[in-house]
């Protein structure tokens, strides 16, 4: 396995538990300002990890051919 397909996987992951945790923060949030922010910042840094992990899963080629 390709170590840039491992990394992809694990920043989809991690996009993954950011956009849940951003759900979460989404339906308990009374509406204060400082949730708020944290719903934000949660919500964009999962969607980053989240579509960079996708990326790099999908451009990344399998080289591994056999001999």
């Known amino acids: 396995m390709n170590l840039k397909r491992i ?3 694990i ?3 991690l996009g993954i538990g950011g956009l849940i945790y951003a759900a979460i ?3 308990n949030t009374s509406g204060s300002d400082k949730q708020i922010k944290a719903l934000a ?3 964009v840094l999962g969607a980053i990890f989240f ?3 996708i990326g790099l899963i999908k451009n990344t080629r399998d080289d591994s051919t056999p001999i």
């Open 7 to 9: 990394f992809g996987i």
């Open 11 to 13: 920043l989809t992951v």
């Open 25 to 27: 923060l989404f339906m």
């Open 41 to 43: 910042v949660y919500g």
């Open 51 to 53: 579509f960079t992990g």
